[in-house]
T-cell receptor, first 111, second 114 residues
């Protein structure tokens, strides 16, 4: 699975959009971009994933560049409960695909 | 309703005494994963199963073993826990198609070694 690079941390104000970047320059054509988050003392939680097209769900939006070498997770109106570590993961799907975590980015939402 | 259940939530074991952590799922997923997570670190994949096929990570110590008797259950056995094995242990499941490949995690078992 391709490697990802994320900033160590960022913060944003409550109610504002949080834009979390991720670089995955070695991504291959059939690898998906997944985002998970982990709130303190809980198991990781799936947020969203995509292959080429931008995706949106009730939690977030995922913007993938045309060359697929980077992506941005957007939390449109961050709340204090969005304070967590966010992991960007590139992986294949299929029988032998595994899910490995990098260091992630710590998002702090301030009042 | 919880779909991936880990028991117990907290486990205290003695140094060197075998301990087993359990995970069950109601999702009928093919893939089950075990992770170790230490304080302020990312989850570290120990091994995963695709159905009965076991896939061990190269750097997982031999002290860690796993069993998957059926689709619903998976166990993590630590044969001789050391102080360095104190951590949160996370279980997760997923399907294999792109639409099913999101992983669901349990709440974890926090292991203390005394």
């Amino acid at each position: 699975d391709a490697k990802t690079t994320q900033p160590t941390s960022m913060d944003c104000a409550e109610g504002r959009a949080a834009n979390l970047p991720c670089n995955h320059s070695t991504i291959s054509g059939n690898e998906y971009v997944y985002w998970y988050r982990q709130i303190h003392s809980q198991g990781p939680q799936y947020i969203i994933h995509g292959l080429k097209n931008n995706e949106t769900n009730e939690m977030a939006s995922l913007i993938i560049t045309e060359d697929r070498k980077s992506s941005t997770l957007i939390l449109p109106h961050a709340t204090l409960r969005d304070t967590a570590v966010y992991y960007c993961i590139v992986r294949l799907t299929g029988a032998n695909s595994k899910l490995t975590f990098g260091k992630g980015i710590t998002l702090s939402v301030r009042p | 309703d919880a779909m991936v259940i880990q028991n117990p939530r907290y486990q205290v074991t003695q140094f060197g005494k075998p301990v087993t952590l359990s995970c069950s799922q109601t999702l009928n997923h093919n893939v089950m994963y075990w992770y170790q997570q230490k304080s302020s670190q990312a989850p570290k994949l120990l091994f995963h199963y695709y159905d009965k096929d076991f896939n061990n990570e190269a750097d997982t110590p031999d002290n860690f073993q796993s069993r998957r008797p059926n689709t619903s259950f998976c166990f993590l056995d630590i044969r001789s826990p050391g102080l360095g094995d104190a951590a949160m242990y996370l279980c997760a499941t997923s399907g294999i198609t792109p639409s099913e490949a999101e992983a669901f995690f349990g709440q974890g078992t926090r292991l203390t070694v005394v």
